[in-house]
């Protein structure tokens, strides 16, 4: 399963899962970070430059486009919280 930041261009991907890859858990694309590490960094109240200085294959703004599609999907109903 894979979100897309505006289109479903491949290079557009900013979440991928692979079973291969962390054993399936959704990470960054292209990376082995996993989307969970972010909502833990979060939540213990870093930033998202601090999430990105602790691992830095994952850009700020693929964090921002996940967190505005996340927000989208949410107030669309797509997701339930």
Known sequence: MSKYKSSPMVEDLIVSRHLNTMSGAAVF???????????????RGFTI????????NVDAEDV???LLRLGEMVENGDVEV
């Open 64 to 66: 921002k486009a996940l």
């Open 49 to 56: 430059n601090d999430f990105c200085s602790a691992s830095p």
């Open 29 to 43: 694309a292209g990376t082995r970070v996993p989307i969970a590490d972010l909502f833990e960094f979060l939540a």
